[in-house]
Structure formats: structure tokens, C-alpha cells
């Protein structure tokens, strides 16, 4: 995919193939973050580097983006993603740190996060929902309201669930089963 940037939005089976094309998606033996074991290792970061996969990427992103405040999302996997978006929608960001600053200010996030705001978390892959709750933690401590979460796979594996719990839905671009039955 080296074609100039576009308005159109992708499809789920453009996007599918961008992932595959990209070398974004894996097959072996592989641990996730989340601790399970999985045949198949999704690495969004890998499309990131072309200028064209990562505006498919935000194209694709904001058409399911809503009316929020602004943006955020965790470092490192979600950082061009939230850019990318921020930049096609013109509305400011965040970037939330696995591990707030030992030093100086000992922030939890870069960027501003007002109180009473309204905020889209945006994230590569979820699994467990695990590292979306601790974004909707850091966002929620600043004071703003977090209800919606915007992934570009979901792995199924339970993070809506979660999230849900915590009163944050999931929306994903892509779930894994379409990437499985994409490779059959």
C-alpha cells in the first residue's frame, strides 16, 4: 500500500489485507501480554511505518470516532494511531504512560486531560482489556469521563467484557476471527 492518502474509507477486508500485506499478522508460537499463549501474534505496529497503511489506519478510526472531547491512548501501541486520528479530526490528545515519570512532575499522561471532558480511548490490540482498563483508570483519574473505547483488533478473548464492567464499550475495526478466516 503506497498509494497517496484518500478521504474513502477502508474496508474490513481492506483493512484485513493491510494487516496481512503489512507483515502485521503472525503464525507460530508466540506469548501475549496478557499471559496466554496464541498460534497467531497481531503486531499493528508493523503497518505503522507507511505513510499510507497508517491513514488507512485513522480513516478507518474516524469513521467510528464520535463526538469526545479529545483523544488518548496508551504508549507505545497506540501512539501514531491517536496522532494520526487527532491530526484527520483536528482535536487534541493524550498519551498515557504504562508507568507514570519517576522524575519531575511524575505524570501519568502527556498532553492534557480536563476534568469533566470527554475522552475516546484508542488502542492497537486488546485481548484481556487489561492495559484499556488502565487507560480508562489514568483517564478517569484526571476527572474525565470515559465510556467508549476504539481498538483496531479486538482478539476476543475477553476485553469487552471487561470493559463493560467498567462501563466502557469496546468498539474494534477488526476481531480476530475475521483475520483466522481471512488466512482459510
Avoid at 28 to 35: H, R
Avoid at 53 to 59: K, S, T
Avoid at 71 to 80: D, F, K, R, S, T
Amino acid at each position: 500500500m503506497t498509494t497517496p492518502p484518500t478521504s474513502a474509507t477502508p474496508s474490513r477486508s481492506e483493512l484485513v489485507r493491510l494487516l496481512l500485506d503489512s507483515g502485521a499478522v503472525r503464525f507460530g508460537d508466540f506469548t501475549l501480554a496478557s499471559g496466554a499463549k496464541s498460534d497467531v501474534y497481531v503486531d499493528v505496529k508493523r503497518a505503522w511505518p507507511n505513510p499510507a497503511r497508517l491513514d488507512a489506519l485513522a480513516r478507518a478510526l474516524a469513521a467510528h470516532a464520535g463526538s469526545e472531547d479529545r483523544l488518548a491512548g496508551m504508549e507505545l501501541g497506540a501512539v501514531p494511531l491517536v496522532v494520526a486520528l487527532a491530526l484527520r479530526l483536528g482535536r487534541p490528545y493524550a498519551i498515557l504512560r504504562k508507568a507514570p515519570k519517576e522524575h519531575g512532575t511524575r505524570q501519568s499522561f502527556e498532553g492534557e486531560i480536563p476534568a469533566g471532558s470527554r475522552v475516546l480511548l484508542v488502542e492497537d490490540v486488546t485481548t484481556t482489556g487489561g492495559s484499556v482498563l488502565k487507560s480508562v483508570e489514568i483517564v478517569r483519574g484526571a476527572g474525565a469521563v470515559v465510556d467508549r473505547a476504539l481498538v483496531v483488533l479486538d482478539r476476543e478473548e475477553g476485553a469487552a467484557e471487561r470493559l463493560r464492567e467498567a462501563g466502557v464499550r469496546l468498539e474494534a475495526l477488526l476481531t480476530f476471527s475475521e483475520l483466522r478466516k481471512a488466512r482459510s
